[in-house]
């Protein structure tokens, strides 16, 4: 038996307040053997990932030129850690930090703006989990906007990078209450693929998935309930090969996709499909055995 999010039951661990729902077997003292070693090793993680910042950033004080790429990289890492375990404030101090190191080192060298678009996009999602949307939704947008920049002269490398960029910057806009600019934006990351599916039907369908999704959430503040539903459960249709092929990589994003499409068909008084998510339920729940 496995957690079915484990991140959830290490916060509900850390409240003393842990749900049934939040795992496989109801079986308490089970539960919470396994909560307590899950949060003994993302504790372990985090000491480690604090322990590399430090050493890191020692290495940058003598070396400046070549270790302050090495500590944004772990500033970053650390901020994961720190968010994963809810520590929101100091998961965003990391990424701020992360930010401003990879603006420094892509101002003098250009080669590492993807680097400074990822951490923007990584503190942009710190920004929104503390509440603050409109820095949120300027760091998202800052790291569109650099990899448009990116992708207008190597479309290639950095295309799925726009991609999901734009989802996350979809998500900014519609938790400020702007749908129609969100759809846009997922619109146009599906738009990015439309020439390879057209040959090659099975490329990037875990971005594409995403951004149906997306598109699915805006469409339904926008009053469109049932083009709404029709793009959740395409989302979920197009993930499937995915998940069977790499179920470990891609099982929380099958997820919350069918946590989208069930929300959706309650909203609009319809019955979920059974027949499309049942199965999926089943290989979701055989993973966390």
């Not at 375990?85 to 190191?101: C, I, K, M, P, V």
């Not at 969100?182 to 738009?191: D, K, P, S, T, Y």
């Not at 919350?256 to 068909?265: H, R």
Request: glycine share 4%; charged share 25%.
């Amino acid at each position: 038996m496995r957690l079915r999010n484990p991140s959830i039951s290490i916060e509900c661990w850390q409240r003393n307040d842990l749900p049934i729902s939040c795992c496989i077997s109801p079986d308490l003292s089970s539960i919470w053997r396994i909560c307590f070693r899950e949060l003994t090793r993302s504790e372990e993680e985090l000491a480690a990932a604090r322990e590399a910042v430090e050493i890191d950033r020692t290495l940058a004080q003598l070396r400046p030129d070549v270790h302050q790429l090495h500590l944004a990289i772990s500033l970053s890492a650390l901020s994961r850690h720190l968010t994963e375990l809810g520590h929101r404030e100091e998961a965003l101090a990391s990424a701020r930090e992360a930010t401003d190191l990879n603006r420094s080192i892509a101002a003098a060298r250009p080669i590492f703006r993807p680097s400074l678009a990822r951490s923007l996009n990584e503190m942009a999602c710190c920004l929104d989990d503390l509440g603050q949307l409109e820095e949120a939704l300027a760091a998202s947008q800052e790291a569109t906007d650099l990899f448009r920049v990116l992708v207008a002269s190597q479309p290639r490398p950095f295309r799925t990078g726009l991609a999901y960029s734009l989802n996350h910057l979809c998500r900014r806009l519609r938790n400020l209450g702007r749908s129609e600019a969100g759809l846009a934006a997922a619109q146009e990351a599906l738009e990015l693929f439309r020439a390879d599916v057209a040959n090659r039907p099975d490329t990037f369908r875990a971005i594409r998935a995403l951004s149906l999704r997306n598109m699915a959430i805006c469409l339904n503040q926008l009053g469109q309930p049932k083009e709404a539903l029709a793009n959740a459960r395409d989302a979920i249709s197009l993930l499937l090969p995915t998940l069977q092929a790499l179920p470990a990589n891609y099982a929380g994003q099958m997820r919350a996709a069918i946590d989208t499409y069930s929300e959706l068909c309650e909203a609009a008084g319809q019955t979920r499909d059974n027949s499309l998510v049942g199965p999926i339920l089943r290989l979701l729940t055989s993973l966390s055995d």
